[in-house]
């Protein structure tokens, strides 16, 4: 279980790190998804087409390229194939112990966000307002952050799997030449 925990936090540290190192452009894709939840929720009448198919497909498109960006900023350095990310599955049912303390920090780190930031947003506001607030203040924060952890366990896996630390690259299936 120790061990477990050792692989737990390095995965952890890592998104953390990265999470805080980037976070002006990390706060830039959130920004866009908070103000589309603000406005839908919180908007009134002159803002309600934010909360329908239209607002749902830019939060999501704008979590997707976020995604993206997360995995070539974390991944760059190991080049990874689609059949090297496919089996990164591999690690996790390798490595319960470290997903178990992961899931750990992470149902705590969403409870501060969820429970913490509902309970002190509640005392501001009204409630539609304060529901407002908090889905704002999640797209900056949490929502952003377990993205990242998605990646931090993927490149975890992906430096396993070479064999190696951070910077090792996972071999690539060669090329043919045209």
Do not use: C
């Amino acid at each position: 279980m120790a061990k477990g925990w050792i692989e737990a936090r390095a995965v952890l540290v890592a998104a953390l790190r990265f999470f805080v190192r980037h976070y002006p452009v990390v706060f830039a894709f959130g920004v866009l998804a908070s103000t589309q939840r603000f406005l839908a929720v919180g908007g009134g009448e002159d803002w309600a087409w934010t909360g329908g198919i239209a607002g749902e497909l830019f939060t999501n498109g704008i979590r997707l390229l976020f995604l993206v960006w997360v995995a070539r900023n974390m991944l760059r350095t190991l080049r990874p194939t689609w059949s090297d990310v496919r089996r990164s599955s591999d690690y996790i049912a390798g490595h319960r112990a470290a997903m178990l303390w992961n899931g750990v920090v992470l149902v705590a780190l969403t409870l501060v966000f969820k429970v913490g930031v509902d309970t002190w947003i509640a005392g501001l506001a009204e409630p539609r307002t304060a529901l407002a607030w908090t889905l704002a203040v999640k797209n900056v924060t949490i929502i952003p952050f377990m993205i990242v952890w998605a990646v931090a366990v993927v490149r975890a896996a992906l430096e396993e799997r070479a064999g190696g630390g951070p910077g090792v690259a996972v071999p690539r299936a060669p090329v043919a030449e045209t």
